[in-house]
């Protein structure tokens, strides 16, 4: 394509225009196309044909654009007046010209369609008019047909001379006596002379002046014949190939008036030259065979044409060095390739040979491409890439989670190579693998505290119909390792504690010791102990890694006599928390009672230092005088009062209980005699 007319689509290999074609300038064209696989050096040619296909856009033309030409009047009916000749550069129907006579003033002349031939149909010697216009018109056959004219003038001779000249009349036909046999070789260049038609013709003058035209046979174009030598020649390149005989209907024609003729079949034979290159039938095989085959296994035959005669198209068949070209080997006068070596697709699944088919005188070659597809056994089992898998997934992952991509590959190809997955140990229904894919996924929520490690093992098969073979990995001991998730609170082995302590007792001095138990690991499961209220006078402390409830200060019995966890500061309780070191850090509480036992450090305190009492000395015996009231801030026996009189009562006028302390009279009273009683009263 030296002027740039194609181009081709690299990808999908769609040849299309670029410019504009002229079937008249160049009917066909031969590209030549190559393909290549990726960036390999590997590649193959092969050669598209083109025919541009004529379309109708030249018109016949005649070599001028009008003519003259004389008649006797006394010439008979049926005389050739006039051979009308238009050329068209197109080819077929586009290129095969019709003649007619568009308009004439008279009905004596007719005409051959075929040859442009004018004709008289009858005699003119009656009619008056001297000259004739006729208007030719050669319409070629394509569609729409293209028209051209040539106007032609016939003139009459009258008879009317005084002088009487006795003229020649056209009664003898030319007649040929060159061979109507030639030979030419088909590399002969253009405008070579292949052949020298001669026709004699005894007439005198015109009537003896021959010209050749070629009636049929010519309709390639393919020789040119010079109508007044008669000298034949090419007109384009020959190729024996493509045509080896020509059969030329050759036509002598006088200049008579009437014209006569002679026709002659001129049989042209092309001798072959060896210019044929040998093609392929195929420029790319694309065979297979099976691999682990002994050698001498036929993989396929190639063939090759040469267009040429004879020794010109004796072939040789041979194969070209190239990768792995050594296993085969090719049967030089058939074509046939067979193995000289047993295959291996996990080696090479693919060769790419080219074939050579080689004639000489000259030497002359072309290759073709043999695309040689190895076929799998199944001769591999699956190999996982490990043989142990370890790995570590959270607890809180969701159902359905992928854990591990798991992958055994296997050589060979197809099903033979198509690996499926499966587990053969129990998985507490934890896992699931993919029979496809060998994703392991999860088919539960995890719990790391419920089970916090799993093994098992994975089976790889491949998936061939023949000779299954599988592999096991020992333990593929696939171990999932669960990681903690701080999804447990720290919990308290008691919801409620009670505890008691002695009053006045020195600071630190231990309570009470409280548990929590947080089944997460790590610092998720680590538990910090705190006070979280009732503490408001910082009474108290804890240990917060061992959880010991501790006094802070000297405890009063008497102005505190509990405390416990609440959220109401009247209660007087203590809440402890209890909180692990994860994130988010999660607690959970617990109430403490802590009673203050009492120590006898009060003495009873009367209500009132003194009590002054009247009475009359009328009063009867057994009457109460009064009440005495002590208070001791202790509790317990320690806060049980005994009353008694230690002085003042000698003669014994008065009873004092010693529980309630009610004083009562008993004797009677003479105010004569003692009008004072001064009684010391002891509260125990």
């Not at 051959?112 to 319409?139: C, F, M």
């Not at 988010?584 to 617990?590: F, I, V």
């Amino acid at each position: 394509d030296p002027h740039g007319k194609f181009s081709i689509d690299p990808q999908f290999g769609i040849i299309r225009t670029k410019k504009e074609l002229d079937h008249e300038t160049q009917s066909a064209v031969v590209l030549t196309v190559q393909s290549q696989l990726g960036n390999s050096p590997v590649y193959s040619s092969t050669q598209v044909n083109i025919s541009v296909i004529d379309i109708n856009d030249n018109p016949p033309v005649f070599l001028t654009e009008s003519d003259t030409v004389t008649i006797s009047h006394t010439q008979p009916p049926g005389t050739a007046v006039y051979i009308a000749h238009a050329e068209d550069k197109d080819s077929g129907l586009n290129g095969a010209i019709k003649y007619s006579i568009a308009s004439k003033q008279s009905n004596a002349f007719s005409i051959d369609p075929s040859l442009g031939v004018v004709n008289l149909t009858r005699t003119v010697i009656a009619d008056k008019q001297q000259e004739y216009t006729l208007h030719i018109a050669a319409e070629d056959c394509g569609s729409p047909p293209l028209t051209s004219l040539l106007m032609l003038t016939v003139r009459r001779l009258d008879s009317l001379a005084v002088k009487i000249i006795v003229l020649d009349v056209n009664d003898n036909s030319p007649n040929f006596t060159s061979s109507p046999l030639s030979y030419v070789m088909e590399d002969v260049e253009v405008g070579f002379l292949v052949h020298h038609i001669i026709a004699k013709d005894p007439d005198e003058g015109r009537n003896g002046q021959v010209t050749y035209h070629i009636l049929s046979g010519n309709e390639n174009k393919a020789f040119l014949l010079d109508k007044i030598t008669g000298l034949l020649t090419t007109a384009q390149l020959l190729d024996r190939e493509i045509q080896e005989r020509y059969s030329l209907t050759v036509m002598a024609l006088d200049d008579g008036s009437p014209a006569l003729s002679a026709t002659q079949v001129l049989t042209i034979i092309v001798l072959d030259v060896n210019d044929e290159i040998p093609i392929f039938t195929k420029q790319l095989y694309e065979t297979a065979v099976h691999e682990n085959q002994n050698p001498g296994e036929f993989v396929i035959k190639v063939e090759a044409v040469d267009r040429d005669a004879g020794l010109n198209s004796l072939l040789w068949y041979k194969i070209l060095p190239g990768i792995g070209y050594e296993k085969f080997k090719m049967n030089s006068s058939n074509g046939e390739l067979i193995t000289t070596a047993s295959l291996d697709r996990e080696t090479q699944e693919i060769f790419s040979i080219k074939g050579n088919s080689v004639k000489y005188l000259p030497s002359r070659s072309s290759t073709a491409q043999l695309y040689l597809t190895v076929l799998d056994e199944n001769d591999h089992s699956p190999l996982f890439a490990k043989t142990q898998y370890q790995i570590s997934v959270t607890e809180d992952l969701e159902e359905g989670s992928a854990i591990l991509d798991l992958y055994a590959s296997d050589e060979d190809d197809g099903l033979n190579g198509e690996v499926m997955y499966s587990l053969i140990d129990d998985t507490f229904g934890a896992f699931a693998i993919d029979s496809v894919t060998g994703s392991i996924v999860t088919t539960k929520a995890l719990d790391r505290e419920t089970k916090s490690q799993y093994t098992f093992r994975v089976v790889a098969s491949d998936c061939s119909t023949h000779l299954p073979r599988s592999t096991t990995v020992t333990l593929c001991g696939v171990t999932v390792l669960i990681q903690d998730v701080n999804d447990n609170v720290p919990k308290f082995e008691q919801s409620y504690y009670k505890a008691s302590v002695w009053e006045g007792q020195s600071p630190n001095m231990d309570i009470v010791q409280v548990f929590a138990t947080d089944l997460d690991s790590g610092l998720n499961g680590e538990t910090e102990y705190s006070i979280l209220s009732g503490n408001e006078n910082a009474t108290f402390l804890i240990d917060s890694a061992r959880g010991i409830l501790a006094t802070n200060t000297g405890l009063d019995y008497e102005n505190t006599s509990s405390y416990r966890f609440v959220e109401t500061a009247s209660s007087h309780h203590l809440v402890l928390l209890a909180s692990d070191c994860g994130t988010p850090s999660l607690n959970s509480t617990a109430t403490v009672l802590i009673t203050v036992l009492d120590v006898n450090d009060n003495a009873p305190v009367f209500s009132s230092p003194e009590y002054h009492v009247h009475v009359k000395e009328s009063i009867p015996i057994g009457s109460h005088v009064t009440e005495v009231s002590a208070n001791d801030c202790d509790a317990g026996t320690n806060a049980e009062i005994t009353y008694a009189i230690i002085s003042g009562n000698d003669r014994g006028h008065f009873r004092l209980d010693g529980k309630t302390g009610s004083m009562d009279l008993m004797k009677t009273l003479d105010y004569e005699d003692t009008m004072k009683f001064t009684l010391i009263i002891q509260a125990t």
